[in-house]
Each structure stands twice: as structure tokens, then as C-alpha cells.
């Protein structure tokens, strides 16, 4: 399939789906309560701007703070992991009961212990909590995937424990990394979004606490604007996530190689 | 001349009570080229690898009366690192700054023919060229001795011919000695001073075959009365070696 039907088939579904969604709305009569139209969630879009985007910004930044400590705080202590078997056997557990920890459910009590005046504090505590066991459990497994033969080699060859890891551990790593950080950004938004929600209160000023906002007054093109803007918001890190990965793989990784068939 | 190393009595037992090895004595005078021949799984690697120090042996020393020589080691596998070009694969990493380890690996890339493949990645390159890159870093290194471990068993017939003629350039050039693995009776009939055949789990040595190929020799020794006498010796001490075992 060439690149011009590969864009123009999905954006034309796109345009059909929304032309019969504003053809319904209008022909059936619905009630803009129930299902707003294209046309009443674009006027929206430009009514309600200010809000919109100062709970884009909040959303956004809440997302790409906690997105950037979980990968660093993964990839800190995946390499920790891979010195020590001993504080991987002490700590993975651990992770991973605050990984199968639904999210929802400590959200009250986090939301307790930091305060409703630390909302954004308690929100980027809840989205790092999503979004870091991906970058964790990746990292370690990639860090530990380097080839054991070149480990030897690079032993015999009087490589020190640093170089091993820098120059060997680290790049057969990063694979591993960046599809953790696809999974990750995603799962920070959502952390933001869910921790909102969860923590259920004004004092939160997101997209999310928006959407709450505007439901309740039944404000519904209102609300269906923010979903379109998280929407966005999820395919854009998606997206620029991608790009990097394919920036830092594309010359040498397999799955960043294009084949002549 | 005291031999530039020595294994006394050394046997290896993995942690799973595999008997890989041993007790097994072998002493290798330097610019010697040993082949060590025998079938698969016979720890022919296991011996490599004690002789690196990669591993540490159950029983017995691997002892270098001349001190521990600058060593290079060749894998079976090419064991190239997927995102460094050739020049930074075969760099070394320690000892020497880093423009100097640039131009030695750049040289020594020369040496095995790939003084145009400097920047390649290894996924752009033939297995025959990846092996040629393992080689580059082993020499870049300036060994003194080199470990070869079946180095050329996965390759088609023409490059494995053409890198044993380009093997035995090198070790003839450089003086070096050569320890190499290989499960080919040809192969080592072919590259070697001296033969010795290893028997099957454990690897013991069941026979040493001493041969005095002409230096320089090139693809017309296969053809010689000579060569077929040094294979017909490795084929037999093998065929005895592997009755032995059972």
C-alpha cells in the first residue's frame, strides 16, 4: 500500500464518521444533553479556549514530569538491578505490588497524606506509579540481554565494570527502553487523568477535572472537547515517542529496518 | 625456551556436575598454530576459555611462564556490537587513548581486507565480512596470542578457504600463536603445526599429531600427497578417539 492511501484511507473513514454523526444529531433530533454535535464540540472549542487550554497545560505538564521521573527512576534502578542481585531480589517484589495496585485505589489515601493543597504533587506521586514498573522491568531485562560473549570479551580486554555497562549494557538496553517509554507516556497520561478523577476535587485543574466539571452541568460539548484534546494529547507523545525511537534505532536495530520484499 | 603456556592436570566440572573437561596437559611453545580437533561438546571451548581465564578451572593451573600475554579472543559468532560500525567494533578499550585505539582498529581492518567497510554496521555486512570485523579486534589488540574458538564453522566452503589462507598470512606476519577449535579434520590439516585430538565428554587428549606444512602455502597444499597424508593421520586418531569414548 503506498503512503498516500495509508494516510487517506483512515482520515476519510474519519470525515465519513464525523459528516454521519452531524447528520444524525441534526436529522434525529438529539439532544445535545445526550449527544452533541461536531459542530456544537468545534464551537466549544472556541468558547470555552481559556479553559481548555490551561487544563491542557496542567494535564500536559503534570504528564511529562511524571513520564520523565519514571523513566529515570526506572533506568536508575534497573542498572542498581543489574549490579546487585541481592537489592533486585530485596526491591523487584515490592515493585511489583505497586505495580498490581490499582491506581484508583491509593489515589484517596496519597491524596490524604499530600494534601488537597498539593493537588498537582499528588497527581505526578500517581502517574509515576503507572507509568515507572514498564521502564523498570524493561530496563532490567534489557540491561541483563547484553550478548555474554562480548561481556567476556570485553572482560578480557580489561574493560571495567562502567565500560561494561555503558558502553555494552546500555545500548543492548535501549531497545528495551524505548518501547518501555511508548508504553510508559501513554500510561503517565493516563495515571494524571485517573488520579483526577480519583482524587475528585477543584482543586485539580486538568482535563480530567475539566470533563468532571462539565458533565456535572451538563456542559457536554464542553467535556466532549477535553476528551478530544486527551485524545490528541496521548496520540502526540505516542508519536514523538515513536520518532524518537526510531532516531536513536534506526541505523542499526532490526526492528527499525526497512526490507526490500 | 620456556613455552608460552602451560596447562597442568586441568579439569573443569560445572555447577551441574557436568565433567566438561580433564584432567588434560598440554604445554604451547610460542608461534606454534594448535589445533585442538575433536567432536562437538567435547570441551574443546571449555579448554579455550580456561586458557583466557574467562573461567576458572575445577582442578589443576593454566600457567604462562613468560607472564600473561596480550590476548585476543575469536568466537564462533562474530559477536559484533549491532550499533557500532566496524571501526568502533574493533576498537579496543583500554590501554591506549582513543585516537590511537581508532587508528590500530582502522589498521588492523585494513589488514583483513575491509579498509572500505569502516563505517558499515554489521547488519550491512556478510557473515564472511563479520567474522573478518572479530578478527580485526582480536588482532587490534596486538596479541601475542590468539584464541580462536571454531571461528569459521558457520561460513560457506570459499570464505572459509579464503580466511584460513588470510589466518595463516596474519600468523606468519605477526609471529603469533595460535590455539583454534575446530571439529574439521581438513581445516586443521590445513592451518596447523600441530594437531591434538580431544575425546568426547570429558575432553582428554587422546593423540598429538606434529605436521610441518610449508610456510608460506596456499590453496595448492590441499592438492599435495602431503596434506592428504596429514588429513588421513587427523581422520584416523579422530576415528580412534571417538571408539575410545565408547
Known amino acids: 500500500m503506498n503512503t498516500v492511501l495509508k494516510i487517506a484511507i483512515p482520515v476519510g473513514l474519519g470525515i465519513a464518521v464525523i459528516a454521519a454523526w452531524q447528520w444524525a444529531v441534526t436529522a434525529l433530533a438529539i439532544s445535545p444533553i445526550v449527544l452533541p454535535g461536531p459542530d456544537a464540540i468545534a464551537r466549544a472549542f472556541v468558547s470555552d479556549f481559556a479553559n481548555l487550554s490551561a487544563a491542557l497545560w496542567t494535564t500536559l505538564r503534570i504528564t511529562i514530569v511524571a513520564f520523565v521521573l519514571a523513566v529515570v527512576g526506572g533506568v536508575a534502578l534497573a542498572v542498581l538491578f543489574s549490579q546487585s542481585r541481592i537489592i533486585e531480589t530485596a526491591l523487584f517484589p515490592y515493585a511489583v505490588i505497586l505495580q498490581v495496585t490499582p491506581v484508583v485505589a491509593i489515589a484517596p489515601i496519597v491524596t490524604i497524606w499530600v494534601g488537597y493543597d498539593n493537588i498537582n504533587a499528588v497527581l505526578l506521586i500517581l502517574a509515576w506509579i503507572v507509568a515507572f514498573f514498564p521502564i523498570l522491568a524493561n530496563t532490567t531485562l534489557g540491561l541483563r540481554s547484553a550478548d555474554h560473549n562480548l561481556i567476556d570479551l570485553f572482560r578480557l580486554y580489561g574493560a571495567s565494570r562502567w565500560q561494561i555497562l555503558w558502553k555494552l549494557r546500555f545500548p543492548s538496553a535501549l531497545p528495551y527502553l524505548l518501547s518501555a517509554m511508548k508504553v510508559s507516556g501513554g500510561l503517565a497520561l493516563i495515571g494524571v487523568v485517573v488520579a483526577e478523577f480519583a482524587a475528585g476535587t477543584g482543586t485539580a485543574t486538568g482535563l480530567a477535572w475539566l470533563i468532571t466539571l462539565a458533565t456535572r452541568n451538563l456542559h457536554m460539548a464542553t467535556a466532549f472537547a477535553a476528551l478530544v484534546l486527551l485524545s490528541i494529547l496521548g496520540i502526540v507523545i505516542f508519536f514523538v515517542l515513536s520518532a524518537l525511537e526510531w532516531a536513536l534505532l534506526h541505523r542499526w536495530h532490526e526492528s527499525a529496518i526497512a526490507r526490500e520484499r | ?246
Open chain 2, 1 to 246: 625456551m620456556p613455552a608460552l603456556l602451560t596447562l597442568s592436570a586441568i579439569s573443569k566440572t560445572f555447577a551441574n556436575g557436568t565433567v566438561a573437561l580433564g584432567p588434560m596437559d598440554l604445554s604451547i611453545q610460542e608461534g606454534e598454530f594448535v589445533s585442538l580437533v575433536g567432536p562437538s561438546g567435547c570441551g574443546k571451548s571449555t579448554a579455550l576459555r580456561l586458557i583466557a581465564g574467562l573461567i576458572a578451572p575445577t582442578g589443576g593451573t593454566v600457567q604462562f611462564p613468560q607472564g600473561r600475554p596480550e590476548t585476543g579472543f575469536v568466537f564462533q559468532e562474530p559477536t559484533l556490537m549491532p550499533w557500532a560500525d566496524a571501526l568502533a567494533n574493533a576498537m579496543r578499550l583500554k590501554g591506549v587513548a582513543a585516537s590511537e585505539a581508532e587508528d590500530r582498529a582502522a589498521a588492523a581492518l585494513k589488514r583483513v581486507g575491509l579498509s572500505d567497510f569502516l563505517h558499515a554496521y554489521p547488519r550491512a555486512l556478510s557473515g564472511g565480512m563479520k567474522m573478518r570485523v572479530s578478527i580485526a579486534r582480536a588482532l587490534a589488540a596486538g596479541p601475542k596470542l590468539l584464541l580462536m574458538d571454531e571461528p569459521f564453522a558457520a561460513l560457506d566452503e570459499f570464505t572459509r578457504q579464503a580466511l584460513n589462507d588470510d589466518l595463516l598470512a596474519l600468523w606468519a606476519e605477526d609471529k603469533l600463536t595460535v590455539t583454534f577449535v575446530t571439529h574439521s579434520v581438513f581445516e586443521s590439516a590445513y592451518l596447523s603445526t600441530r594437531v591434538v585430538m580431544v575425546t568426547p565428554r570429558p575432553g582428554r587428549i587422546a593423540a598429538v599429531i606434529d605436521q610441518h606444512p610449508p610456510v608460506p602455502r596456499d590453496a595448492s597444499f590441499r592438492l599435495t600427497p602431503e596434506f592428504s597424508a596429514y588429513a588421513g593421520h587427523i581422520s584416523n586418531a579422530l576415528k580412534q578417539a571417538m571408539e575410545g569414548a565408547h
